[in-house]
């Protein structure tokens, strides 16, 4: 596994998995993936396998091997047909999934290829500027951001200028995000004490690989630098590209159990191959037919066709989804798709609308709130301290003269109805970085009896002309959970510092006299019915503090003492589905989890949970920081929290995919409904993703939703289910036509007698493939219903089924090859046999010359094989009404019109020639004539046969589950799911769920981040 290479005399370990290198650390004696004497090009590459890499692996997986196998002892056999037909399917099979996997490789490869490779330019020594192309960057290069911006190529940190960035990329949201430089860059990546340089905690000074600067500015003639910290796949891109090329493997019971389930047949197929041999051997069979014969009891035991059989359905429900508008790349995650009984949603454009609207605002005068007021663009306020807050504390900018950036300041900004002004390029390069942005109000909103301006007048005696420079900006921190800005009036001496924020911060800043008594109460009424609550707070600064010493001031210096002036209250409404397609979720007990990288709001998607023993009163809310701390340190509550985790916010692209994946871990089916890049990681790992973006995700996503609304969420669970019950019937039917198959062979070999070869073919293409490809087509239920169907084939019922019916049919078969010995009619058959008595008819002529022309060599025509196979024939037909279920998962059969027809022609068919013989028919068949009497004998035991069958089906249908448990006895069940057996543990834990505390780490934190609070329960 591991390379050597030889660096300036130096020998380094080093291997490659998931496009990592990792290199041999001596100091921490072991493997580092960051070493800086090999960094490596700066590229992230998606290698598409050729064609014949792809048809290799493809082939080699077991079951086509198998079929080659069968297929060449059929054509020694000279059983062409019937191999012709599977080469066929197979062929069909292997290109359609070729097809598929080269088609997500080439997409993936075509998103990341886009901008893989550009030209930029990077400061060397002397101030030299040199132009390279983008896979030579490596960590530590100074990079300059062109003017016209570029799409990053790297992660990097800004240390000259700013930046105007669209990380849709990562966030999902294509809002223009601005960057600013790092404070205290000639420290380094070190920021102040002995804080070190973090993408994450310092996100809003980096830019991120793969994001797109739209914008940038610069002052005095310095050029906007970025440093290189991170390339090619370690780069956040990167990451993203991994975790889609190397998800996790999703395991499902369903699969497992199939193969389980073919070992059985395989342990009943050597029985009858030794059987074979030895019963062979006593009859002195030659050796070649000894050995065709007894490896050809494998090939009917395990059937080839299975895999074509079991695609069916899936391929049926991938047609039916495309109809309704969702695409799949993962055929296979359809079955899995009908397990799903939790489903993760986005938040932003999957739940709610994509923008934000402002609902009103509730200032505050004399410690009291006024009342709500919808219109803020009025003449009463234009010169209001709150309106000059909503006008100056935000982070637009205009791009190409259009006003951009977070959608709940535009929407503030809009609402008042006032003019921003930045200074231009030109301006920008001549001035120092105080030239200020300037708000103000249009015309029509100023007083009336304010005079007009004169342009000839000194600026002081401008008062008709009302103005706000914003001189120094805090942008916004996650963290802090507020911003800041620090602005003037035109023609004021003092300067006034603005806050917006989280209401409960907000109030801790300011003068506890300005807060209004009530502020928690009316907070949390406007919380409870779902608005988003932005609090504001100003004050006057003091005369001392000049233009350039604010540009220095710190930020706590600002954010305290301020005066509470009031709320905005915003609305982020739910698309008009949204509540329709949660009551549908949480009626089939589906439950339901927000997970977005914005801050929640409150959705109605918590429900009762009947699955969850009916103990879930109460449900944990957190955001990502929380999370990560609680994943790191605290592992034995997340287990506890999975379960009665509701919302979780401000969650990173990684941190979305490690909440699916602890879901799983408590064994969820986990569905997860998003439409950003940033959801890629979890719409991969899920058991099921569905992309509302036909752009990144959707390369990742095994589903994508043309429609961008989360009603297709329940479509694809029915559609899912559908499938899976379609997969057990198929399943069940292909182990019934095996087991039935094998039967009818053995008893035939008894006699050293087997099924013709078109007798085989009969039963093989027109019957078994007619069935099956005809009883996968039953459409979904046209509803969601509470129960879920089982996840394996190794249940009580369903094991129950197919045993029972493996033994009906084996007793019903038993007793026409036996009961035909005892008709007083019988005798050993041969050319010249004629118990029909048709020694005078045209029938008997024809059979008769057939018989002495056509020598049987492998007494194929006798009684008990004719017997055997009408016998046979009409069970596989019985096993396919019996299997062939409908509600409440699929629609009932006799709406499946391609197979009730063919179930109809089937019976009609071989009913005919069982009691009206046809000449060409029998001769082809190889059916020997046997008397009437005989052949509605075979009637009867084929009606009884079919009465059984139905009935014991029905019964195991209704009585299974409940006569299984009766017979297991009445000790108490240990649920299998650990999320279920967690349930039962908490149900008598005393101590759970905590009382509300808080717990902070053992070393000091900075003070401003605070303690972090792990749980609270409201």
């Not at 980096?206 to 500015?217: A, E, K, M, P």
């Not at 999957?350 to 006024?370: M, Y």
């Not at 949390?524 to 019915?529: G, S």
Request: aromatic content about 10%; overall charge neutral.
């Amino acid at each position: 596994m591991s390379k050597y290479s030889q660096t300036q005399s130096q020998q380094i370990r080093y291997f490659t998995h998931h496009s990592v290198q990792y290199f041999w650390d001596d100091t921490i004696h072991n493997f580092d993936f960051l070493k800086k004497l090999l960094y490596g090009v700066n590229e992230i590459t998606v290698k598409v396998p050729s064609v014949f890499k792809l048809l290799i692996k493809e082939v080699l997986n077991p079951f086509y091997i198998f079929q080659l196998f069968s297929v060449i002892l059929w054509s020694i056999d000279e059983y062409y047909y019937y191999a012709l037909a599977i080469v066929i399917m197979s062929i069909v099979s292997i290109v359609s999934s070729l097809y598929s996997i080269r088609k997500q490789y080439v997409m993936l490869h075509d998103m990341v290829a886009a901008h893989s490779t550009v030209r930029v330019s990077v400061c060397r020594v002397n101030a030299e500027i040199e132009e390279i192309f983008s896979t030579d960057l490596v960590p530590g290069d100074v990079m300059i951001i062109p003017l016209n911006g570029t799409v990053m190529p790297c992660d990097a940190v800004l240390i000259n200028g700013t930046c105007i960035v669209n990380e849709s990329m990562l966030t999902g949201e294509s809002v223009p995000v601005t960057k600013t430089n790092l404070p205290n860059p000639s420290v380094g990546l070190k920021g102040t004490g002995d804080e070190f340089y973090s993408p994450e905690t310092h996100k809003r000074h980096t830019l991120f690989c793969g994001t797109t600067v739209i914008q940038t500015r610069f002052y005095t003639g310095e050029l906007v630098k970025a440093i290189v910290v991170r390339t090619g796949f370690s780069t956040s891109k990167g990451q993203l590209v991994r975790s889609i090329l190397y998800p996790k493997p999703t395991d499902f019971k369903l699969y497992r159990d199939a193969y389980l389930f073919l070992l059985c047949l395989v342990a009943v197929a050597g029985i009858g191959f030794i059987y074979t041999i030895i019963n062979s051997i006593l009859n002195e069979v030659e050796v070649g037919v000894i050995i065709i014969e007894s490896l050809d009891i494998v090939t009917i035991t395990v059937p080839p066709a299975l895999p074509a059989a079991m695609t069916a359905g899936i391929v049926y429900a991938q047609r039916r989804l495309k109809k309704i508008g969702i695409f799949c790349i993962s055929p296979q995650r359809i079955n899995i798709c009908g397990q799903l009984n939790l489903v993760c949603f986005d938040k932003t454009g999957t739940l709610t609308e994509d923008g934000l609207d402002l609902w009103g605002i509730q200032r505050v005068e004399n410690k009291r709130f006024l009342l709500p007021e919808e219109n803020v663009c009025k003449e009463v306020l234009v010169k209001s301290q709150f309106v000059a807050c909503m006008a100056t504390c935000h982070s637009l900018t205009k791009i190409e003269g259009v006003l951009s950036g977070d959608p709940l300041d535009l929407k503030m900004f809009e609402a008042i109805g006032w003019i921003l002004e930045e200074a231009t390029e030109e301006e920008t390069a001549l001035h120092n970085r105080i030239m200020p942005t300037v708000v103000r109000p249009p015309k029509q909103l100023l007083p009336e009896s304010t005079p007009a301006g004169n342009q000839e007048m000194e600026l002081f005696e401008l008062t008709a002309i009302y103005e706000i420079g914003i001189v120094r900006q805090f942008p916004f921190s996650s963290a802090l959970q507020r911003m800041s800005v620090v602005a003037r009036v035109l023609g004021d001496k003092k300067m006034d510092a603005y806050m917006k924020g989280a209401p409960e911060v907000i109030a801790s800043l300011c003068k506890p006299e300005t807060v209004p008594v009530d502020f928690e109460k009316v907070l949390e009424d406007y919380t409870k019915q779902g608005f988003r609550v932005i609090a504001l707070a100003h004050r006057k600064l003091e005369s001392k503090l000049t233009w350039h010493k604010v540009q220095n001031i710190s930020r706590d210096a600002i954010e305290n003492n301020m005066d509470f002036m009031g709320l905005i209250i915003m609305q982020n409404k739910l698309k008009q589905e949204t509540p329709a397609v949660l009551e549908d979720l949480h009626k089939a007990n589906i439950r339901t989890v927000m997970v977005t990288e914005s801050v929640a709001i409150p959705i109605k998607l918590v429900h009762d949970s009947l699955e969850d023993l009916q103990v879930t009163r109460y449900h944990f809310a957190m955001n990502g920081k929380s999370f990560s701390v609680i994943l790191e340190h605290f592992q034995d509550l997340v287990p506890k929290l999975m379960l009665h985790g509701t919302v979780f916010a401000r969650m990173a692209p990684d941190q979305k995919t490690q909440l699916v994946e602890a879901l799983q871990n408590v064994d969820y089916f986990v569905g997860m409904c998003g439409d950003g890049a940033n959801d890629c990681g979890a719409l991969k790992r899920a058991h099921g993703g569905i992309s509302l973006s036909e752009l990144e995700a959707s390369v990742a996503s095994p589903f994508t939703s043309k429609t961008p609304s989360i009603s297709c969420v329940p479509n694809l669970i029915r559609e899912g289910r559908a499938a899976l019950i379609t997969s057990f019937c198929v399943f069940k039917f292909m182990a019934l036509y095996s087991i039935i198959q094998y039967f009818s062979v053995t008893l035939l070999y008894s006699i050293l007698s087997n099924l013709g070869d078109f007798q085989f073919l009969f039963i093989d293409l027109a019957i078994i493939l007619v069935v099956v490809f005809t009883m996968s087509l039953n459409p979904a239920w046209k509803e969601l219903v509470a129960q879920r169907p089982p996840s394996g084939l190794i249940s009580g019922a369903l094991l129950f089924s197919v045993l029972s019916q493996i033994i009906i049919c084996i007793g019903f078969q038993s007793l026409g090859f036996f009961w035909v010995k005892q008709q007083p009619w019988y005798e050993e058959w041969h050319p010249h046999s004629d118990v029909c008595n048709t020694t005078r008819s045209p029938y008997w002529n024809s059979s008769h010359l057939y018989n002495e022309t056509e020598l049987d060599t492998h007494n194929i025509q006798n009684f008990e094989n004719t017997t055997v196979f009408f016998i046979s024939s009409f069970q596989y037909l019985i096993v396919a009404i019996a299997f062939s279920k409908g509600k409440p998962f699929r629609q009932p059969c006799y709406k499946n019109y391609f197979f009730v027809v063919s179930m109809i022609v089937l019976y009609v068919f071989i009913l005919f020639i069982m009691l009206h013989p046809i000449a060409s028919v029998d001769q082809v068949l190889q059916i020997v004539c046997v008397p009437y009497q005989w052949r509605i004998t075979m009637l009867i035991i084929v009606l009884v046969n079919a009465f059984v069958s139905i009935m014991v089906e029905e019964s195991v249908d209704r009585w299974g589950k409940c006569c299984l448990s009766w017979a297991l006895g009445c000790r108490k069940k240990i649920p299998k799911a650990k999320y279920m057996y967690l349930a039962q543990e908490l149900l008598v834990d005393p101590e759970w769920p905590p009382k509300p505390q808080t717990t902070t780490e053992a070393k000091t934190l900075v003070k401003e981040n605070g303690s972090c609070q792990i749980i609270t329960i409201t």
